[in-house]
């Protein structure tokens, strides 16, 4: 059988289901302008309406400030990170609706900022893969792992931004949380995408930077879980990972030769 090397351990599989943001694509570099002009044109209407965030700023969605104020990151517990477009909208919409604004306005309202902010994000296509992704992937093809992407986006947004990263021909299931009735951690994601590529649960992985991604391939069954964790402190929130890596560079697929065999 296939599989991967880890830590110079080998993980024997035939898939590897991964997550989109923040695992295949720079989370950052994506999303970071988007969800600050969110929050920003959220912040100039309740001035507007005479009120204030009844929250820090830090805390609405997980964006992180430095001390100018200035987005320095997210937190990758908070929604911004783990939550989908519907929920981050109702949390933004509650705060106009504690200013006064009836609720279906509130709503309506939040999806225009999304809208306005999401109009940069077309533009510059700013979707740069993770180092060393692109190595791993081919090496994951020339041995015949199948591989899957499975989102809290929408399953076309994903298409879009993996075909913008040049790696759409990689993945042959895009589960996105329109194909399936529960998101993340729930099972459902990983289940249909593992019967789409035709791999059973105890010979796939699942590769995200989340502990909803974690939690979602405990569910499942998956072999082994594997958190990415590019800036390091991955121990802190990934507590469902059998192991924890900071990226593609030092992994590689292949048949097994030598190393020790892993295991859960």
Known sequence: MPGIY?????????????????TLLDFMQLWGDWAN??????????AVLGARLPVE????????????????????????????EEEVTALLAWQLYVAGVPWNEAVVQVRQ???????EVEKRRSAH?????????????????????????????????LEWLGIRDYFRSVVGRDRVVKGKPDPEMAILAMHELGVPPEECLVFGDSNADMAM?????????????????????LLDADVIVPGY???TAAFEEAGQQGGN
């Open 6 to 22: 880890i830590n110079e351990i080998f993980v024997p599989c035939r898939g590897i289901l991964f997550d989109k943001d923040g």
């Open 37 to 46: 002009t969110l929050t920003e044109l959220l912040e100039g209407h309740l």
């Open 217 to 237: 391939g405990k569910q499942a069954g998956v072999y082994w879980k594997v958190g990415i964790a590019l800036e390091g402190g991955g121990a802190s929130y």
């Open 113 to 119: 900022f999304s809208a306005s902010a999401m109009v």
């Open 57 to 84: 700023k830090s805390r609405l969605i997980g964006l992180r400030y430095d001390q100018d104020n200035h987005v320095g990151g997210y937190d990758k517990t908070g929604p911004l990170a783990m939550g989908t």
């Open 249 to 251: 560079e030092k992994l």
């Open 129 to 161: 893969p993770i180092p060393g992704l692109k190595a791993f992937l081919s090496s994951c093809r020339l041995v015949g792992i199948e591989l899957g992407v499975v989102t809290s986006d929408t399953t076309p947004e994903a298409i879009k931004h």
